[in-house]
């Protein structure tokens, strides 16, 4: 019976599919006071081509729809501009959702309507086939956010003592691993008069409520590694080089969330930072190179307010774990005062 039940399901949305392709859309010509929207109508029309690949993809996929736009690329035959389009223009959010699910749940926009400055709204794909073009003030009801979030990261190497005295903690008090902009400055201040201390990366990033967002500055650095034997007396050895890369590489998706009556920000984060200092010594008579990699790496789920710094740390090499949660049972970070070398400082503010 169950199967029979999907079965209709899916014919009925097929059918609403079809019936919505004949439709002419009079929200396809939304302009507003400069005409931006120009594009409006080849987005609906994509949009529902997305949404009958889509329904498709279900049919053969016990009616789950497809975790990325990717899996539908056979669905569209000869269609290859269609995959162009939809990369650089949709946002999927049908990841782990049925075909049964809700008529009138969003299941992909128009990213790009949706970001211009000048745009009144977006155009929206439903679970039931149909598209819509929904204004700005309304597409918050779907969860669709047009929230834009300025995350900043500060990886400070410090020595011990001027890291214990600035992050004093108290295990009774987690929220000692928060810490306002005087703090902040203050931390920093210190750390530019201290000769073993430094900022090794400092990036930001403007990243859209629930989206993801990619930071990278990688430089290529070169050493000799080895030397290739002298062909002759007359000819000099010849150097075997490599390189390594230096930098940072940032990735977040923040989500602001409500927990007990107070907003948060949600941070998914994931990042290295590496910095690559190269050594030399002889052998044989050559200088050889070999680059000492110092490297933090983090991946952290965390809850933190608007305009808050959250601590993050370990030695040199950081993995940190957590489910999300409230952000007072969610800053727990197995945070070791005397075992740091190396800390990251996180903040998330909201933006215009």
Known sequence: MKKYFLLIAILFISTSCLAETEKTSTAAN??????????????????KKLGHGLILYANDNDV?????????KVYWGTEDNMSVWAEENVKYLGKGLKVTAPANTPIAYDKVMHRNIYSTGTVVLFNDCH???????????YNISSQKIMVEAKIVHAEKELLDEFLKIDDSNAQALTLNDEQVEKLLEATKNSADSNVIHAPKLLVWDREDGTVSALRDIMYIKDYLPAKDD???????????QAGIELNVRPEITTCNGQEQIMLDVNMVSTDIEVKQFKKNGNIIEAPMIDSVHLAAKIAIQDG??????????????GDPGC????????????????????KAKKVD
Do not use: H
Not at 64 to 72: G, I, K, S, V
Not at 327 to 346: A, F, R
């Open 30 to 47: 939304v302009e507003d006071e400069k005409g931006v929207l120009s594009n409006s109508l080849e987005s609906f029309n994509n949009l």
């Open 64 to 72: 789950n729809y497809p975790a990325a736009l990717e899996d539908l």
């Open 131 to 141: 598209v819509e073009f929904i204004k700005k003030d309304e597409l918050k009801k």
């Open 234 to 244: 007359k000819s000099k050895p010849e150097p075997i080089t490599e390189t390594v």
């Open 308 to 321: 808050q710094t959250m601590v993050l740390g370990g030695t040199r090499t950081v993995t940190i774990t």
């Open 327 to 346: 952000l007072s049972e969610d800053i727990l970070m197995g945070y070791k005062p005397k075992q740091i070398e190396m800390v990251v400082l996180l």
